[in-house]
């Protein structure tokens, strides 16, 4: 009896100590959002939603997984160092890798939530191009909307999608000359934006109050400022 009790012993104690390898299930796969170059975005309750991924090489819907409908530009798009979705788009994004990519236009959405200027980042050596307005508010270049080497602005209430980037007949950047009038109102400083990439310099003044630069208006990449009554049209470039 006591052997017999000891070979049921012994095989339990051999079967708790049999090899890792053969007590192994099938390992689970992976999530796709948590796979290496891809990214899931997902819009709540119909909301904008915006995930942060390396966009730079480009990016495409490898597998939706709503029933509402993912259309590029209409319920997801990109920006500069981000997917966004809305209207209950959601989807595995997949990303470009950059060692593959031969250099190209980028696509983004920039948008200007006030009157204030917004910046959206992006290399603009090959030039920037204006694709889409979105906004009711005009969207004019050098006036409310623009570049400088580090990104492009926009104000004013101006929403647009824009394209930059190499093309291979891609002329050279738009950098000027342009003339703007700016006009200091009742003393108070004024911005005028607009992109300046080398200089400025007045070629006519228009009002009373001198204009005397760096004293009562100067300019920055990001545009020409005016104060003290002074009332002026330039040339920036």
């Known amino acids: ?3 017999a009790a000891n070979g049921v012993l012994l095989a339990g104690l051999a079967a708790a100590t049999a090899p890792v390898s053969a007590q192994e299930a ?17 819009s709540p309750k119909g909301r904008e939603r915006t995930c942060q991924a390396d966009t730079r090489g480009g990016v495409r819907v490898t597998r939706q997984l709503s029933r509402s409908p993912c259309v590029e530009g209409q319920t997801w798009g990109v920006r500069p160092g981000e997917i966004w979705v809305k209207a209950g788009c959601r989807a595995d994004f997949g990303l470009a890798d950059l060692g593959a990519v031969i250099a190209g236009p980028i696509y983004f959405k920039c948008e200007a939530t006030g009157l204030g200027r917004q910046h959206c980042p992006v290399s603009t050596r090959g030039g920037v191009r204006l694709v889409r307005q979105l906004s009711k508010s005009d969207c004019i270049q050098h006036s409310t909307w623009g570049f400088d080497r580090n990104s492009v602005w926009v104000s004013q ?10 093309e291979e007949d891609a002329a050279e950047p738009d950098v000027g000359p342009h003339s703007v009038r700016c006009e200091s109102d009742r003393g108070r400083e004024r911005r005028c934006d607009v992109g300046v990439w080398n200089g400025a310099e007045l070629t ?11 004293h009562t208006w100067g300019w920055d990449q990001r545009g020409v400022w005016v104060s003290r009554g002074c009332r002026a049209e330039f040339r920036v470039w």
């Not at 099938?26 to 997902?42: F, K, M, Y």
């Not at 209430?157 to 190499?166: L, P």
């Not at 006519?204 to 760096?214: A, G, H, M, T, V």
């Open 1 to 3: 009896m006591r052997s």
């Open 26 to 42: 099938t390992p689970v796969e992976p999530a796709r959002g948590n796979i290496q170059n891809t990214v899931r975005c997902e």
């Open 157 to 166: 209430g101006c929403r647009a999608e824009f394209t930059a980037g190499v």
């Open 204 to 214: 006519k003044q228009l009002s009373k109050s001198p204009c005397i630069q760096d």
